[in-house]
């Protein structure tokens, strides 16, 4: 079974800084797609930041310029550098695989647990 298993979730005064990391467990030869999503109180999920495995990146209008996602293909993890935090970036953020290809088996999309990142002075 594969699992994803974020860290780096915590509370930072606006302004300040956090990097999150994501790694997938399991014996896996590839991931199309890995990204990072958000949900806040009483709000939907939503996309922050996603990255292809040939490098392609998308991100949410508001966060451009501010966040910054990156994988490490061969190490099966991604990452997402959060700089000048602001309060409405407070949410549960989730780290998403898409199209995983293992030694035995393809999934098509697995979510980590999901890390709480807090801004707030």
């Known amino acids: 079974q594969v699992q994803l298993v974020e860290s780096g979730g915590g509370l930072v005064q606006p302004g300040g800084s956090l990097r999150l990391s994501c790694a997938a467990s399991e014996t896996i030869i590839s991931i199309d797609t890995m990204g990072w999503y958000r949900q806040a109180p009483g709000k939907e999920r939503e996309l922050v930041a996603t990255m292809t495995i040939e490098g392609r990146t998308e991100y949410l209008d508001s966060v451009k310029g501010r966040f910054t996602i990156s994988r490490d293909n061969a190490k099966k993890m991604t990452y997402l550098q959060m700089n000048s935090l602001k309060p409405e970036d407070t949410a549960v953020y989730y780290c998403?695989?898409?199209?995983?290809?293992?030694?035995?088996?393809?999934?098509?999309?697995?979510w980590g647990q999901g890390t709480l990142v807090t801004v707030s002075s």
């Open positions: 998403n695989a898409g199209g995983i290809l293992t030694t035995t088996f393809w999934l098509p999309e697995v």
